[in-house]
């Protein structure tokens, strides 16, 4: 059984900046890659950044490419998310997600955390 626990979210203003943790439970490798992923309201979740095992590949939806950037400590079972010049348009539930690395489909989701940007 794995379990994931985001941290981190708030309210903040347009321009500012958050760091949100993603801490790791359970049977879970530092083969498999995690993600983040978001919910606005009324929307559907959608990927926005993941790392792979070693950490040295990583990707990001074009909208936040150069403006957040996805990390992890293998050591410590953790994943985070630093995301600077914040628009109101990344409002949202953020999730952290992980899968094994030869399967597309995240296997395992945190409960979220919500981020408010205010213009």
């Known amino acids: 059984q794995v379990q994931l626990v985001e941290s981190g979210g708030g309210l903040v203003q347009a321009g500012g900046s958050l760091r949100l943790s993603c801490a790791a439970s359970g049977r879970i490798f530092s083969s498999y890659v995690m993600g983040w992923f978001r919910q606005a309201p009324g929307k559907e979740r959608e990927f926005v950044a993941r790392i792979n095992s070693n950490g040295f590949s990583t990707s990001y939806k074009d909208s936040v490419k150069g403006r957040f950037t996805i990390s992890r400590d293998n050591a410590k079972n953790t994943v985070a998310l630093q995301m600077n010049s914040l628009k109101p348009e990344d409002t949202g539930v953020y999730y952290c997600?992980?899968?094994?690395?030869?399967?597309?489909?995240?296997?395992?989701w945190g409960q979220g955390t919500q981020v408010t940007v205010s213009s």
């Open positions: 997600a992980v899968r094994k690395p030869d399967l597309s489909a995240y296997e395992y």
